[in-house]
């Protein structure tokens, strides 16, 4: 009873050779539909080799020389998608689509998709797509960036990458990866088809189909009526996807190779020719359970599990090729055991190939990047003159970090061809600071746009563009509003490359405005103090300036950076300097600066020093020099003893081997940090100077409280402010 894979086996030869085949509902005969004899058969070799590759694997697992078991058993139909739409079309394909690899692999020539696959349920460093880092279906010529999501948060990246087409044509961009007329493919299961990504993405779809734009996009939802062990109502996905306005929904029997190739047909004629969302439901059922370790009698009687299984999908493509007389049952047979023998010689010789082995081969390719870009040259004066106006008059005064940083915007809008900037109110408005004020006008809506108030679909977007040739500057309106969609981020954008070797990129500059010390405003949701999450993703950059210089200098480092290395920037404003002018007294002007020159930018990991003293150093960065320089000035007034301030500026990467050298002299140090104390990068920094400097070097941490931000008088309460760091500074200079 419990062996299902030996079961199905048997059961697809026995039934073949008996004539025992389960019935379709729905009549098709070969001769009225518009279908290569050819094409058919081939379609039924790809679920053949999909079935006997699960079946192999299973084996395998269970002698411990497969480590991942999730197969596609049922959802065989699949393979006509792989068939009808063409490799141009980009595909984010879920866990269970291996029969979709495997047949698009056969519209090119120099591909091995068993191979392939084997290497990958192999995890062998052999792997064309992730080197053996993980189980997926990927391919740099077949346009399937590899997916390792157990849900659907590949969907808001899809309906990103699908706007992105119509896009890249409208702005003729040169860097363009997607055809013109290409559509975006994106499957995923019943289950996840619940998930808030899985919503968000089909809102954002039918929110700009509402508004006029274009999404090419098909969501292929393969409904085999089970999450794991938990049963999809019947009629859930339908009754919930089938009325939804701008959103075209079609119904398609995932068992029948007729149904599937004339709706699948029909969804691409709708996608691509009025560049449409469409909601393509495949009913099927699943086989051999949800993965290797699922044991389905748990939660399905015996009669559950042997009705999927005699509705298994070979066998009814099966029927279907043998009443048609497209082949007999013999031929049938010959073609389940020849792939039965292929399938075992390529697993069994796949499974010695090498292995990552060290933690720097696993790393290699956590910033890998094959598709570099190649950096504009710089605009004339006389058309930056016109496209900043009359602010180009302005632009050498000193101005406050807001007013730069737009101008920053701006010339990198004019110098980047493949930049966009989009969020919650971005476009007219400006920014809720009015931080990207008059871009609008400047550059039109098709590359300054406002997005729908859903954080999942900035990102997502901002990563699908990243596909296509963009590099997106999306902004995130305030800081804690990042943790609706922080998966976004860390589960998809930061882990491409790691997962692609570098053959996939979505490079992007996320931008937020955040951090603590806003005045008369906020409360825990605007006043975030809290940066942990960053320090959790590896290979993300993460960038907060303290002032409007070095925002200019370092968002150009930014965008260069994502353009030659296609990596992922977040780039924190700190809100509560935006509009600061001054630094000790009013209207000293010490903390507004002129805008650079073109050419100055910050290289990743330069942090600045203030003054030269050896009393003590503060390491700090973003609200905390601006506080610590005041606080410098009462520090080395009350004791008479010079001290350094040094603002890291990039707080990853942090380059210690120079800041060890900069600080050795020094025998204590003093790291300030804005943020809540448990997780914080303060927290980082103490334990990295503990190991590399010596025992006699004291180090301390003065950081915010453990707590969230408070409205009105105590909005300051938990944080570092003047008063504690010269209090704190003076202290241990006297100690």
Not at 670 to 676: A, G, K, N, T
Request: aromatic share 10%.
């Amino acid at each position: 009873m419990f062996n299902r894979t030996e079961i199905i086996d048997k059961n697809f030869t026995f039934r073949v050779s008996s004539g025992e085949f389960p019935k379709s509902h729905l009549n098709y005969k070969f001769d009225y539909l518009d279908v290569n004899k050819h094409k058919l058969i081939q379609i039924f070799e790809s679920q053949v080799s999909s079935r006997h590759i699960d079946i192999k694997a299973r084996l395998l697992k269970d002698k411990g020389r497969c480590f991942y078991t999730i197969g596609s058993s049922g959802h065989e139909g699949n393979a006509v998608f792989g068939n009808i739409f063409p490799y141009t079309d980009m595909a984010f394909l879920h866990y269970r689509s291996g029969p979709f690899f495997i047949e698009r692999s056969k519209q090119i020539n120099k591909t091995t998709p068993i191979y392939d696959l084997a290497l990958s349920f192999m995890a062998s460093s052999d792997d064309p797509i992730s080197g053996g880092r993980h189980k997926v279906f990927g391919s740099k010529d077949l346009n399937i960036p590899p997916q390792t999501s157990t849900i659907a948060s590949h969907l808001p990246k899809a309906v990103g990458a699908a706007f992105s087409i119509d896009r890249s044509v409208n702005l003729d961009l040169v860097e363009k990866k997607l055809e013109h007329n290409s559509i975006v493919l994106c499957s995923f299961g019943d289950a996840s088809s619940n998930h808030a990504s899985a919503l968000s993405a089909i809102n954002t779809a039918s929110w700009i189909r509402a508004k006029g734009g274009h999404v090419p996009i098909i969501f292929i939802c393969e409904d085999n009526g089970l999450g794991i062990s938990v049963k999809t109502e019947e009629h859930w996905i339908q009754q919930n996807f089938s009325n939804r306005p701008y959103l075209n929904y079609i119904s398609v029997d995932g068992l029948n190779l007729f149904d599937l190739i004339k709706k699948s047909k029909k969804a691409e004629k709708i996608s691509r020719l009025e560049r449409k969302p469409v909601f393509l439901h495949m009913k099927t059922v699943r086989l051999m359970g949800h993965a290797g370790s699922d044991v389905e009698s748990g939660y399905q009687t015996l009669k559950q599990i042997e009705d999927a299984e005699f509705n298994d999908p070979l066998l009814h493509s099966a029927r279907i090729l043998i009443e048609n007389k497209l082949l007999d049952k013999e031929s049938i047979l010959n073609i389940y055991e020849n792939t039965r023998n292929q399938v075992k010689h390529v697993f069994n010789y796949s499974i010695n190939r090498p292995k990552l082995e060290t933690a720097a081969q696993v790393m290699t390719s956590i910033t890998q990047n094959k598709n570099p870009y190649s950096i504009p040259k710089k605009p004339s004066e006389e058309i930056r003159s016109q496209i900043f106006g009359k602010e180009y008059r302005r632009i050498d005064m000193p101005q406050h970090m807001a007013k730069l940083i737009n101008y920053a915007l701006c010339d990198l809008l004019l110098r980047y061809p493949n930049t966009l900037i989009f969020g919650e109110d971005v476009a007219k408005k400006g920014g809720v600071y009015h931080v990207t004020a008059d871009l609008h006008k400047k550059f039109g809506s098709r590359r300054v746009f406002d997005s729908p108030l859903d954080e999942t679909s900035i990102i997502g977007f901002g990563i699908g563009f990243g596909h296509n040739g963009f590099i997106p500057i999306p902004e995130i309106q305030f800081l804690a509003y990042f943790h609706n969609a922080e998966d976004q981020l860390r589960g998809e954008a930061a882990t491409l490359a790691f997962f692609s070797e570098g053959q996939f990129s979505n490079p992007m500059v996320l931008r937020i405005p955040g951090l603590a010390y806003q005045k008369g405003f906020g409360g825990h949701f605007h006043n975030d103090n809290s940066l942990t999450i960053f320090r959790d993703m590896p290979g993300v950059i993460l960038a907060v300036p303290s002032n409007g210089l070095d925002a200019v200098k370092m968002l150009r480092s930014a965008v260069r950076e994502a353009s030659i290395s296609g990596r992922v920037i977040v780039f924190i404003e700190p809100i509560a300097l935006y509009m600061i002018k001054d630094l000790h007294t009013e209207k000293d002007g010490k903390w507004s600066f002129n805008y650079p020159n073109q050419d100055e930018e910050i290289s990743i990991g330069k942090f600045k020093s203030y003054g030269s003293g050896n009393a003590l150093i503060i390491i700090t960065y973003g609200n905390g020099l601006y506080l610590s320089l005041q606080a410098k000035k009462i520090i080395e007034k009350k004791t008479k003893k010079s001290i350094k301030v040094v603002d890291l500026r990039w707080l990853s990467d942090i380059n210690y081997v120079a800041l060890v050298n900069e600080i050795n002299s020094c025998k204590k140090i003093l790291i300030v940090d804005e943020c809540r104390k448990i997780g914080c990068h303060g927290e980082g920094v103490f334990y990295e100077l503990s190991k590399k400097l010596t025992s006699k070097v004291k180090i301390k941490l003065h950081a915010a409280k453990n707590s969230y931000i408070s409205l009105g008088v105590a909005a300051t309460a938990t944080l570092p402010s003047k008063e504690s760091i010269s209090k704190k500074g003076i202290e241990f200079i006297n100690e």
